[in-house]
């Protein structure tokens, strides 16, 4: 949130603040200038902050503030930003990661530089004051030209203390236009009081902000004649981003999730870097066992992790819901690896179940999205999934980045084993950098997917089958339907529909059959024609290039063509918009399904 005009800056960027607040964060802060900058920051609520500027406000007409999300050190009063250079005349504060982080804090502290904090975000005040020389909009620039990732950066300095730089690369950028003032802002409903006219930053854009107004330019400084967005939205449909619920405006950042989830780690011929996973490959070599925990839909993106591990490492996984292993005396050796899945990494029954990995002389990694969660304070090794704060209860994008986080660490172990050679390693990791513009595709496709939740919508029962990988995604899909549309739903291997369950199946009967995995194809089919034969609704979700299926399903999702090994990635992506549009047609509560919490914190 940033600020510049004839008003005192520092309650109208805490205003603005606030009003992001639901979204969730650890810690915030704000920089004011009045010819000189002065800073203050707090761990936790924006009261703390509050309570700080009461007793010392901070007076002056121009000034920026943020709520911080950990990605780089834990929240913390000197890891909140805003951020300065060692002389305080230069403030920055920052969304997103910056992936060649440690190359540059390697490069700075050779030539002397000390940090207060350890987060990615100071470095970048370092490099502006280190690159100024007279022009902060060039000194950026050179910092932009030095920084790797997806990120968004607001830049303020004494030198030149009547503008506000700011740059977006992939992290969302507004600029709102005010009689006399501007604001600017990650988001709309942070100044959409103001103002309901704004200039939407892209990607490798600059925006250089005074109290006149904005010019937006290139990276590289050519000007850009950016039109005026006139926002109609009121506040609530602005605090989704124009979306109609938090659900669908999650699924839609997957394919940026995705991008984040990547940032830094993979490289285009596979390798992989993990900064908290710290074992070694002596450690990786000697593993026998790979253990997996979770609950939901956590669990629902440890079943896929279970079946690469098997696959690819060739060595014995299993998944299991945390809060049957917490109690099942479960024979866990010291070469064997626990790994704990939970968006919120405060889930009681997976926190009780990652306790049991030091209580057998094994090591436990947690796979969570929240910095400085308890499960990441008890972990050895720690993958965060940066899917960034997830307010629909319904889990979305938290799930996509679980599962790349997996795809990572199967490539990381897989390496070190040799299980993995160079050209598959090269092969999967070109099909993860793909998959955004491939999620991005199968989202252009939703109007198929709300025919298919019209044909469903009034059904009593609607079962899931696929076999394998998808037989993992037919269990989210299914979770996914029932807990927002309250429909009964049941997920099953394909195969093991004919011992039981076939009896169900009767006339106009929904049938989700996921069919992705070329190995087990034509058994899925008879799965299908099982149903057809008792008179079962088949929807199939399938690949483009799949001509085959059409003859053997009522209705066909299709997903673009990939490796089978990464389909779950995109075939879950119709199952989340099945679940939306049945419970958007049923007129649910989508955010906040009945009986159901985001975080599941007593046992
Ligand atoms: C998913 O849509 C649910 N909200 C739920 O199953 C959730 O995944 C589960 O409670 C685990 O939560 P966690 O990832 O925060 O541990």
Not at 201 to 213: C, L, N, R
């Amino acid at each position: 949130m940033g600020y510049v005009g004839p008003q005192e800056a520092a309650p109208i960027i805490m205003d603005g603040l606030k009003r992001l607040e639901y979204r969730g964060y650890d810690s915030a802060g704000i920089a004011i200038s009045d010819g000189s900058i002065r800073v203050s920051k707090a761990e936790g609520k924006i009261v703390n902050l509050e309570v700080l500027l009461e007793a010392e406000p901070l007076a002056g007409h121009i000034g920026i503030g943020h709520t911080r999300w950990a990605t780089h050190g834990p929240p913390s009063d000197a890891n909140a930003h805003p951020h300065s250079d060692p002389s305080g005349e230069f403030v920055v504060v920052h969304n997103g990661i910056i992936e060649n982080f440690q190359d540059i804090k390697d490069e700075l502290a050779a030539h002397g530089s000390e940090f207060t904090s350890e987060t990615d975000t100071e470095l970048l005040a370092h490099l502006v004051a280190r690159e100024y020389d007279g022009d902060l909009a060039d000194a950026v620039r050179k910092t932009v030209a030095l920084s790797e990732g997806a990120y968004a950066m607001v830049v303020m300095s004494s030198r030149e203390p009547e503008k506000i730089i700011a740059v977006r690369k992939i992290s969302p950028l507004v600029i709102g236009l005010g009689e006399g003032e501007t604001f600017l802002a990650s988001d709309i409903p942070a100044v959409l009081h103001h103002t309901r006219d704004f200039l939407i930053i892209e990607d490798d854009e600059m925006v250089i902000v005074t109290a006149e107004g904005a010019s937006v330019e290139t990276i590289d400084g050519e000007p850009i004649d950016r039109e005026i967005t006139h926002i109609d939205w009121d506040a609530e449909q602005a605090e989704k981003g124009g979306y109609e619920h938090f659900m669908l405006k999650e699924i839609y950042e997957q394919p940026e999730v995705i991008t984040e989830t990547l940032a830094g780690r993979l490289s285009e011929d596979g390798t992989v870097w993990l900064e908290d996973v710290v074992f070694d490959d002596a450690y990786i070599a000697e593993l026998e066992r790979v253990w997996i925990t979770a609950c939901g839909t956590a669990y629902h993106a440890g079943l896929i992790g279970q079946e690469i591990f098997r696959r690819i490492l060739r060595i014995p996984a299993n998944v299991e819901y945390a809060h049957e292993l917490r109690y099942a005396d479960p024979i866990i050796g010291p070469r064997e690896l626990l790994i704990a899945i939970s968006q919120s990494g405060e889930t009681a029954d997976t926190l009780a179940a990652a306790r049991i990995a030091p209580d057998h002389g094994s090591r436990m990694l947690s796979v969570t999205n929240v910095v400085g969660s308890t499960l990441s304070r008890y972990a050895d090794d720690i993958l965060y999934t940066r899917a960034g704060p997830e307010i629909s209860v319904a889990s979305t994008k938290a799930y996509m980045a679980m599962l790349i986080a997996q795809y990572l660490l199967v490539l990381r172990l897989g390496a070190a084993r040799g299980t993995v050679d160079e050209a598959r390693a090269r092969a999967v990791a070109h099909g993860l950098h793909s998959m955004p513009a491939a999620i991005e595709e199968v989202l252009r496709r939703e109007d198929e997917v709300v025919a298919a939740a019209e044909r469903i919508v009034d059904a009593d029962d609607v079962y899931f089958i696929g076999r394998g990988l998808d037989y993992a995604i037919a269990m989210e899909g299914s979770l996914k339907l029932k807990e927002i549309s309250y429909l009964h739903s049941e997920a099953m291997p394909a195969g093991e529909l004919k011992h039981g369950t076939l009896a169900l199946i009767t006339e106009g009967v929904p049938v989700v059959a996921i069919i992705t995995q070329r190995s087990v194809y034509g058994k899925t089919i008879s799965a299908i024609q099982e149903v057809k034969a008792r008179g079962g609704y088949v929807i199939a979700v399938a690949y483009d290039t799949d001509t085959e299926i059409e003859r053997h399903a009522d209705m066909v999702l299709r997903i673009p063509d990939m490796d089978d090994l990464l389909a779950p990635v995109a075939a879950v992506v119709p199952l989340q918009l099945l679940a939306y549009h049945v419970a958007r047609l049923r007129g649910h509560d989508i955010d906040q399904p009945r009986n159901l919490a985001k975080s599941v914190t007593v046992e």
